[in-house]
């Protein structure tokens, strides 16, 4: 059975550090490309980070590049954001998703899972 648990969020002061987690369980990571998204409330989804499936390039949002990395351990099949130098405005539910091939792209995801809540407030 296809899933994703996604875990690591949590409460944290502006300029801290937080690293997300996201296992899978019923698929091979090298063979999809992987994403996170993240959503506030009152706005769109958007996409934050994508790592590809065999070879592991990534890609960032502008506003994330250089504070946050996206890396996967393909022995526990885990995909993980290390977010650094936080912001009032990265707080969201964050969404690891997987896409339809290994490709890095913003479009054509087809499971999700169900989120976990980062917050950044002092």
């Known amino acids: 059975q296809l899933q994703f648990v996604e875990s690591g969020g949590g409460l944290v002061q502006p300029g801290g550090s937080l690293r997300l987690s996201c296992a899978a369980s019923?698929?091979?990571?090298?063979?999809?490309?992987i994403a996170w998204f993240r959503q506030a409330p009152g706005k769109d989804r958007e996409g934050v980070s994508c790592?590809?499936?065999?070879?592991?390039?990534?890609n960032y949002a502008d506003s994330v590049k250089g504070r946050f990395t996206v890396s996967k351990d393909s022995a526990k099949n885990t995909i993980y954001l290390q977010m650094h130098s936080l912001k009032p405005e990265d707080t969201a539910v964050y969404y690891c998703?997987?896409?339809?091939?290994?490709?890095?792209?913003?479009?054509?995801?087809?499971?999700w899972g169900q989120g976990t809540q980062v917050t950044v407030s002092s």
């Open positions: 019923g698929f091979t990571l090298n063979d999809y490309a």
């Open positions: 790592i590809s499936g065999f070879g592991g390039r990534a």
């Open positions: 998703a997987r896409r339809r091939g290994s490709l890095c792209s913003w479009t054509d995801y087809n499971y």
